[in-house]
Each structure stands twice: as structure tokens, then as C-alpha cells.
């Protein structure tokens, strides 16, 4: 009955669409699965796990993304949502969602981290081009109207807070 639990779930993991890792907060990856291996440019889990030995400078494009998780996540055991930028093997930038959770701690420090990632490139290119759509003119690619005036009321308030003047050219 174990057996036939553990092949169960084995057939999960080894057919899952997302990715499942489980990673060393200062070193490279100690299980994935073929999804996760397929998200960052590996054929198998085991070319992964042996190509990367960091997962803060191979992976993340930002560095400073990686201490931001292991920090929310040392404030919290699990953390749902989390979205950054990675680098694929094959030079690929994508943007995975990651939901992770706290395997192992030590003084307060974040040892191992388990989780799901997933692909979210496609979502955030058709946010950043909705933005782009909104605040920039597509004829003459400066900002429009709408970007116009949320800068000059943050500038306004800037210039309020500072005490110092400010100048519009019309």
C-alpha cells in the first residue's frame, strides 16, 4: 500500500505542469522536478540540480530578488505570489511565480526552501504593454496626457514636502 502511495505521487511530481523544487537558501537546487528543469533551460532534473550550484546569481536575474524572498520568508514561513525575474540557461528572461515555504531554519536563517514555480512571462508582457498602452503616446512615443498629470502631482507634492520651488514650462 506505501508503495503504491509513494508511486502515486511520484507520478505527480515527475508529470506536474509546474515546477517543484526544493533548494539550498545558499547554493543550488537538491530536487526538481522535469517541469522546473524544462522552465530554465535544462533536458533533465539531474543536468539542473549538477548546473547550477547558486541558485541567487545563476537563477534570479536580480540577485536582490532571491534575498527578498528568503527575507519574506523568514518573516513568514510561506510565501504565495512571488514574482521575479530568472534567467533561463539558454539566455531566456522569463518571469516565474514562485509559492515557497520554510523547510528548514536555523538561528532565525532560512536553510532549505520547497515550492512551485510557474511560468507568468506572457501575463507580465501583456501588463507591461497594457502601462506602456496607457501612459505613452504610440505616434510620438512621449508620455501622454494621463502620465503628464500623475508626474506633475507627484512633483507638486515632492516640491511641497521639500519646502523648495518648482517651475512649469508650457
Not at 522546473?36 to 539542473?48: H, I, N
Not at 523547510?103 to 514555480?117: I, M, P
Not at 512633483?155 to 512649469?168: E, F, H, I, T, W
Amino acid at each position: 500500500e506505501r508503495a503504491r502511495v509513494e508511486d502515486h505521487f511520484r507520478t505527480i511530481f515527475d508529470n506536474a505542469v509546474e515546477g517543484i523544487f526544493r533548494f539550498q537558501a545558499t547554493q543550488g537546487f537538491s530536487m526538481a522536478n522535469p517541469a522546473m528543469a524544462r522552465l530554465l533551460g535544462y533536458d533533465s532534473p539531474e543536468k539542473l540540480l549538477k548546473g547550477v550550484n547558486t541558485i541567487r546569481e545563476q537563477v534570479f536575474l536580480n540577485p536582490e530578488d532571491h534575498d527578498t524572498l528568503l527575507d519574506r520568508l523568514a518573516l513568514r514561513d510561506s510565501v504565495s505570489g512571488f514574482e521575479a525575474q530568472v534567467l533561463a540557461r539558454d539566455g531566456r528572461l522569463l518571469w516565474l511565480s514562485f509559492s515557497a515555504r520554510t523547510v528548514s531554519r536555523q538561528d532565525g536563517r532560512v536553510l532549505e526552501v520547497e515550492g512551485l514555480a510557474s511560468d507568468v512571462t506572457d501575463r507580465k508582457g501583456r501588463e507591461e504593454r497594457l502601462t506602456r498602452q496607457a501612459n505613452i503616446d504610440e505616434v510620438t512615443g512621449i508620455p501622454n496626457r494621463a502620465q503628464f498629470n500623475s508626474t506633475l502631482r507627484r512633483m507638486m507634492q515632492q516640491a511641497r514636502r521639500s519646502g523648495q520651488g518648482m517651475a512649469l514650462l508650457f
